[in-house]
């Protein structure tokens, strides 16, 4: 599959397919992502793993783009120019535009451009947009909504065990239950343990253990909260 590579430093996460999301109670979603010729929005809140499943969407379609509005919406909509030619775009952080006239009416002519071309689109939001330009709002009530419910504890554990696992690290069923019980569980959080273990297990040649890991939680708490006095003291 090739998804476009735009010239804004905009690069899809190694590990963003739909293979490697874990569903959970969202099997719906993502049987729907996998439909080429789906118009689609897909509503969270931050962290609950849509930005995965729009570039996990861009990379199994050809001839695709990923646009993280929260990352180019300073950059002005004229970016939005000459995709219309696409088969699919997918447009991350939709909410952003809102009340942006200028980001609606290009978001508009996007939408209409692509329809005429015979692409598609995908927009994720953390809650439907409050878009001013009445012709947007009844092209976003075009696609088919899809909420994203939360994992339940089963999945989150599934979740790090299969990121560790994707990184060359063996991270045992009793580990992950001391971690969850221990940190923030949403998508978001969970990966950026994923990233710390996967660091903190290298630096030291340590296999992912509990005694391993509470040490490197009290690393970090005792980080954060260091950071979190001197901020206080300022």
């Known amino acids: 599959m090739n998804a476009v590579q735009l010239p804004l430093g905009i690069q899809l996460a190694e590990q963003t397919t739909l293979e490697q999301f874990v569903a959970g109670p969202n099997q719906a979603t993502v049987?729907?992502?996998?439909?080429?010729?789906?118009?689609?929005?897909?509503?969270?809140?931050?962290?609950?793993?849509?930005?995965?499943?729009?570039?996990?969407?861009?990379?199994?379609?050809?001839?695709?783009?990923?646009?993280?509005?929260?990352?180019?919406?300073?950059?002005?909509?004229?970016?939005?120019?000459?995709?219309?030619?696409?088969?699919?775009?997918?447009?991350?952080?939709?909410?952003?535009?809102?009340?942006?006239?200028?980001?609606?009416?290009?978001?508009?002519?996007?939408?209409?451009?692509l329809r005429s071309h015979g692409g598609h689109w995908i927009a994720a939001s953390r809650t439907p947009p409050h878009f001013l330009t009445p012709d947007l709002r009844s092209r976003w009530a075009w696609g088919a909504q899809h909420a994203l419910a939360p994992l339940v504890d089963a999945d989150r554990k599934q979740l790090l065990i299969d990121r560790c696992g994707g990184r060359g690290m063996t991270l045992p069923g009793k580990v992950a239950d001391y971690l969850l019980a221990r940190i923030p569980r949403d998508n978001s959080s969970l990966m950026a343990w994923v990233q710390r273990l996967d660091d903190a297990s290298l630096a030291a040649g340590r296999r992912l253990t509990v005694p391993f890991v509470r040490n490197l939680l009290a690393t970090t708490l005792d980080g954060a909260q260091a950071v979190g006095e001197h901020a206080s003291q300022e």
Request: overall charge negative.
């Open 31 to 113: 049987a729907a992502l996998r439909d080429p010729t789906a118009d689609m929005v897909v509503l969270g809140p931050v962290g609950c793993g849509k930005s995965h499943l729009l570039q996990a969407a861009a990379r199994n379609h050809d001839y695709s783009a990923y646009l993280p509005l929260r990352k180019l919406i300073e950059r002005g909509p004229g970016m939005l120019e000459a995709l219309e030619s696409l088969s699919l775009v997918c447009i991350d952080d939709a909410d952003e535009a809102a009340g942006e006239t200028d980001w609606e009416r290009a978001l508009l002519r996007l939408v209409d451009g």
